[in-house]
Nanobody, 117 residues
Framework: QVQLVESGGGLVQPGGSLTLSCAAS????????MRWYRQAPGKERELVAT????????NYVDSVKGRFTISRDNAKNTVYLQMNSLKFEDTAVYYC??????????WGQGTRVTVSL
């Protein structure tokens, strides 16, 4: 079955960096666009970044452009989110996701990122 396992979250000070990883299994990873979402306390889930199946097309929400970088390693079935210059408002649970048509959306369990002094 499809599994997505995020890791790499933690506590970081403003201006710091973290790299999130999402290990995928149960599907042909290189066939699918991958997505990172986040959900801050009391807010709706927000699409943060997407990457095409071979990594040539990347898109970001405006609030993270220039600070976050999405990448993937198809040999390792892993997608990454490099987060630099972190801000308080980046505090959230971060999820990776894949849409496998026609089965639907799949989500990991999330990894928590807390930006605090």
């Amino acid at each position: 079955q499809v599994q997505l396992v995020e890791s790499g979250g933690g506590l970081v000070q403003p201006g710091g960096s973290l790299t999130l990883s999402c290990a995928a299994s149960g599907f042909t990873f290189s066939n699918y666009r991958m997505r990172w979402y986040r959900q801050a306390p009391g807010k709706e889930r927000e699409l943060v970044a997407t990457i095409s199946n071979f990594g040539s097309i990347k898109n970001y929400v405006d609030s993270v452009k220039g600070r976050f970088t999405i990448s993937r390693d198809n040999a390792k079935n892993t997608v990454y989110l490099q987060m630099n210059s972190l801000k308080f408002e980046d505090t959230a649970v971060y999820y990776c996701s894949v849409l496998i048509t026609p089965r639907g959306d799949y989500w990991g369990q999330g990894t928590r990122v807390t930006v605090s002094l």
